[in-house]
């Protein structure tokens, strides 16, 4: 139950399109879901994140919406930038007692 | 402030020989994290701590031991290293607020070479 399938692995988009990247969670009880960043050689960075009592939030380019019904939320790019190439990652948490489960990442590209 | 920092950046070791990873951060969190990195498996959790003398296993804990004696400090300890511990060790620190994690501050990471 605190598995966390993250998808696509890899997604390659032309500047200035939109990115869209999707995490699927099982477990219901999970109530943080927050996006890492992390370009080549540094360290993750939070970027967005949401609880569950929202079920959208936007933050300029970016934005995450969360469906607890099908128990997936999603991280929105727009109008990409190459400077948003990097690996994205998605976590949760399922309980106020447990740390973050983090998806695999997804390698995002963003051609000019 | 600096944040979280790690200590050392890189290092090379032996199979069988020992070492410990120094994690350390200023922002008085309660919460600290270690966690290994490898291409296409994303971040996993070996042990983390929720206060200063606590300390709890995540998913990948075998072959590692950590101790927090101090609530700035979070220590990395591989007793036996093997190849397959051959890996970049991020160490992680959130503050604890309502009773639910928070969001996570990363350090610089560790890239470590078991040969």
């Known amino acids: 139950g605190e598995n966390v399938e993250q998808h696509p692995s890899t997604l390659s988009v032309q500047e200035g399109d939109s990115a869209v990247i999707k995490c699927t969670y099982s477990d219901s009880a999970s109530n943080y879901f927050p996006w890492y960043k992390q370009e080549l050689g540094k360290r993750p960075q939070l970027i967005i994140d949401?609880?569950?009592?929202?079920g959208e939030k936007k933050d300029q380019r970016i934005a995450v919406t969360l469906n607890k019904t099908a128990k997936h939320f999603s991280l929105h790019i727009t109008e990409t930038q190459p400077e948003d190439s990097a690996v994205y990652f998605c976590a949760h948490s399922f309980s106020g007692n447990t740390p973050l489960v983090f998806g695999k990442g997804t390698r995002l590209s963003v051609i000019a | 402030n600096a944040g979280v920092t790690q200590t050392p950046k890189f290092r090379v070791l032996k199979t069988g020989q020992s070492m410990t990873l120094l994690c350390a951060q200023d922002?008085?969190?309660?919460?600290m994290y270690w966690y290994r990195q490898d291409p296409g498996m994303g971040l996993r959790l070996i042990h983390y701590?929720?206060?200063?003398?606590?300390?709890a296993k995540g998913e990948v804990p075998d072959g590692y031991n950590v101790s927090r004696l101090k609530k700035q400090n979070f220590l990395l300890g591989l007793e036996s290293a093997a190849p397959s511990q051959t890996s970049v060790y991020f160490c992680?620190?959130?503050?604890?607020?309502?009773?639910?994690?928070?969001?996570?501050?990363f350090g610089p990471g560790t890239r470590l070479t078991v040969l």
């Open positions: 701590s929720v206060g200063e003398g606590t300390t």
């Open positions: 922002m008085n969190h309660e919460y």
């Open positions: 949401i609880r569950s009592n929202v």
């Open positions: 992680a620190s959130s503050p604890r607020k309502g009773g639910s994690y928070n969001e996570q501050f």
